[in-house]
């Protein structure tokens, strides 16, 4: 089974040019098949703002109203992938920007209305891995923007961490994944106020005594009990790390 | 050789829902492999004017600074492009939508500063037929935003017609192309008041015929000379009608 290298970054790391060079320089020199997915949530929120449509965010999701489709669909489908797709083609990077809607590649359902009504918003349904497997072996790296599509034709804006964790379980059926997650610290810390203390490796195991031990708390723990899901369904390692994608902390299945 | 329908559309036609849908049902149905190329000024202008980017054309070519090349590559390879994909695929056609720095698929060259400085616009220098066709044999049909790639990583904004002729005349080695550009009228008109006066055939000799007898004039004369070209550089035929895609008017090279 060939190896797949699927990153997720946060879209602020697109948008400035130092960090934006440095990382997507990295990114490009992962040998073999890889994927980026990427956000965009500042610079969708500075467009609308320009556009003077209303922002609501609602426990950090972006209420997204029909206005508000449109700016997602210019931004994260436009505007950051295009941009990124053109930088990485100067890096010998042979990328191909794609969202959800593209080949009909990832397959969503507006969320049902319940207490809120997030709108525009997308929960995964499926994920074509066949097409994506074709894609990687003409020796392209696709770069998903986080837009899905709905059986009724419309594009949802969807969580750009949940695209690539429903990818990386998809391709799983077809290659060794390992799934890169940056966020904003070097990797998972035993000292919240020390970014020298990454713990190097949790399995399932030690994740149930740091979290025992207060070491993983609060917002972590949703994240990361989504990410030993991803494991179980077939991802082989998970890497939490930032944008300069060091060796981070390592999720492992065993 | 297999066939491939190339069609060009301005953007406008998928602007309107009634006529987008009209259109896009009618492209949908169109038998064998085939791309669609789309404009999007119009768009373009209107978001330009709601962020406050002033617009200057000259000789009816949009000048694109940074900020307007932002703007183009929002609205060009994000709304119009992503929007379109999404409803060809309530249609059943595997659309999947791309510009040009998408792998690297049309690269062009800053237009150099004569007269006037366009700003971000690219003539195409080259354009990869062995990628397109890859994505024709997965049974994907390619949605082309009018943006390219040069080699320094810049996006640029170049004309949906050019795209669409340079596509068909690189395909040709590979299909037997039939390019169809859908303009405002329904073919070449031999009265310029008559709409139903639609010319079915022109080739090379009667295409000098009518310009002798003076029923082809001015702005139709470059768009033709480039057609005719075209047929030249092996596109085996070409269409002239509107978003009906009607028979309309064929060029033929002989």
């Known amino acids: ?58 426990e950090g999701r972006r209420v997204t109203d029909a206005e508000t489709l449109k700016v997602v669909t210019m931004v994260y489908g436009g505007l950051i992938n295009k941009q990124t797709v053109a930088r990485l083609q100067t890096k ?31 929960d995964i349904e499926k994920v074509d891995s066949e097409i994506i497997a074709s894609l990687l072996e003409l020796e392209l790296v696709p770069v998903f923007a986080p837009l899905t599509l709905d059986e009724k034709g419309n594009i949802l804006n969807t969580n750009a961490d949940t695209i690539a964790s429903e990818v990386a379980i998809a391709m799983a059926s077809l290659y060794r994944v390992n799934l890169v997650c940056c966020f904003d610290m070097p990797g998972v810390l035993s000292n919240p106020n020390d970014v020298k203390s990454v713990i190097p490796t ?35 390692s998970i890497v939490i790390t930032d944008a300069n994608l060091g060796a981070g902390t390592r999720l492992a299945k065993e």
């Open 1 to 58: 089974m060939n190896s797949l290298t699927v990153v997720k970054v946060g879209g602020g790391v697109l948008e400035d040019s130092t960090a934006t060079h440095e990382f997507l320089t990295r990114f490009a020199a992962i040998a073999g098949s890889k994927i980026l997915v990427h956000g965009g949530g500042r610079e969708a929120t500075r467009v609308q703002e320009q556009l003077g449509i209303p922002i609501q965010m609602v």
């Open 92 to 122: 010998n990077c042979n990328a191909i920007g794609l969202c959800g809607a593209d080949a009909g590649v990832i397959i969503a359902k507006k969320r049902p209305i319940e207490n809120i009504d997030y709108g525009f918003v997308g």
């Open 202 to 236: 949790i399995d399932p195991e030690t994740y149930l005594q740091l979290k025992e031990e207060g070491v993983i708390t609060d917002g972590m723990i949703p994240k990361l009990d989504n990410f030993f899901s991803a494991i179980k369904r077939g991802v082989s």
